[in-house]
T-cell receptor, first 114, second 113 residues
Framework: DVKVTQSSRYLVKRTGEKVFLECVQDMDHENMFWYRQDPGLGLRLIYFSYDVKMKEKGDIPEGYSVSREKKERFSLILESASTNQTSMYLCASSLRGVSGNTIYFGEGSWLTVV | SQQGEEDPQALSIQEGENATMNCSYKTSINNLQWYRQNSGRGLVHLIL?????REKHSGRLRVTLDTSKKSSSLLITASRAADTASYFCATTGYNTNAGKSTFGDGTTLTVKP
């Protein structure tokens, strides 16, 4: 089975801290994603990567950066955490291509910024 | 920009009843997928329907797609309490990386025992 593993399930960070959310997938997928999920707002794409060292901004990239140095790992970085970044963060991966590929999600990371 | 929009936002039914959720979208799509999310967990893929298909079945799930109306429906038959979850549609357009799908806001389904 495909597995997408997010390193931290629950985090509490202080305003201004630098925060790293790590994600690893074990199926050799080209695509990896970071989404943010807030009540009433659905899933919003923060960043997308289709290959090592490649990235594209999603719908809400402000305040975030990403790193993909290895194919299996995709990190989300909050350079200076703010309270409005309190949310659930979902990492996902999929094969690349236009035929329609299943997106596999991790279990989510609940981040609280105080 | 949000592509898929689910309707209703919330649905509450009794065990054994059927549950129908709808998804509308704005632009042409290559395929549409439905996902399920248990409370506080990640999303799990349920079913994919391509733009040239009209209906697909998987166990108790039935998905229809009407590209002329730009809408899809997910029917869960003989619902169970364990079907309680949020359900999301995700659309993928043409000329985009297949993984870059757009998700709707979801329908929250509650199945009462």
């Amino acid at each position: 089975d495909v597995k997408v593993t997010q390193s931290s399930r629950y985090l509490v960070k202080r305003t201004g801290e630098k925060v790293f959310l790590e994600c690893v997938q074990d199926m050799d997928h080209e695509n990896m994603f970071w989404y943010r999920q807030d009540p009433g707002l659905g899933l919003r794409l923060i960043y997308f990567s289709y290959d090592v060292k490649m990235k594209e901004k999603g719908d809400i990239p402000e305040g975030y950066s990403v790193s993909r140095e290895k194919k299996e790992r995709f990190s989300l970085i909050l350079e200076s955490a703010s309270t409005n970044q309190t949310s659930m963060y979902l990492c996902a991966s999929s094969l690349r291509g236009v035929s329609g590929n299943t997106i596999y999600f991790g279990e989510g990371s609940w981040l609280t910024v105080v | 920009s949000q592509q898929g929009e689910e309707d209703p936002q919330a649905l509450s039914i009794q065990e054994g009843e059927n549950a129908t959720m709808n998804c509308s979208y704005k632009t042409s799509i290559n395929n549409l997928q439905w996902y399920r999310q248990n409370s506080g967990r990640g999303l799990v893929h349920l079913i994919l329907i391509r733009s040239n298909e009209r209906e697909k079945h998987s166990g108790r799930l039935r998905v229809t797609l009407d590209t002329s109306k730009k809408s899809s429906s997910l029917l869960i038959t003989a619902s169970r309490a364990a079907d309680t979850a949020s359900y999301f549609c995700a659309t993928t357009g043409y000329n985009t990386n297949a993984g870059k799908s757009t998700f709707g806001d979801g329908t929250t389904l509650t199945v009462k025992p």
